[in-house]
């Protein structure tokens, strides 16, 4: 099982990012994809989910208004698209994947991409 994780960049503040994940070795369309991010001295925080049996999403309050979720099952690809970036949310990214799991508790995925580094200028 591989989670590919890309598209984190330097962007100033207003800007806006897409990330992709990228899975293989599992049956996607079957699994929750969770966005994660850790800043240098804080905890890990969960951002952006996708169900991908009924498209549900949601995301963490910090994020919601600005940050969106979609999925390409064709691709077996989730997209987290990134809007009115702030420098707060400068942070390492990691998709993470989980059949039996949907929520926040990213003790409860049982896969993980690595980061791809997302930083927000003022």
């Known amino acids: 099982v591989q989670l590919q994780a890309s598209g984190g960049g330097l962007v100033q503040a207003g800007g806006s990012l897409r990330l992709a994940c990228t899975a293989s070795?599992?049956?996607?369309?079957?699994?929750?994809m969770g966005w994660f991010r850790q800043a240098p001295g804080k905890e890990r925080e969960g951002v952006s989910f996708?169900?991908?049996?009924?498209?549900?999403?949601y995301h963490a309050d910090s994020v919601k208004g600005r940050f969106t979720i979609s999925s390409d099952i064709s691709k077996d690809t989730v997209y987290p698209q990134m809007n009115s970036l702030k420098p707060e949310d400068t942070a390492v990214y990691f998709c993470?994947?989980?059949?039996?799991?949907?929520?926040?508790?990213?003790?409860?995925?049982?896969?993980w991409g690595q980061g791809t580094q997302v930083t927000v200028s003022s």
């Open positions: 070795g599992i049956s996607f369309d079957d699994y929750a």
């Open positions: 996708i169900k991908m049996t009924d498209d549900s999403t």
């Open positions: 993470a994947g989980s059949r039996t799991y949907y929520g926040g508790d990213g003790d409860r995925y049982e896969y």
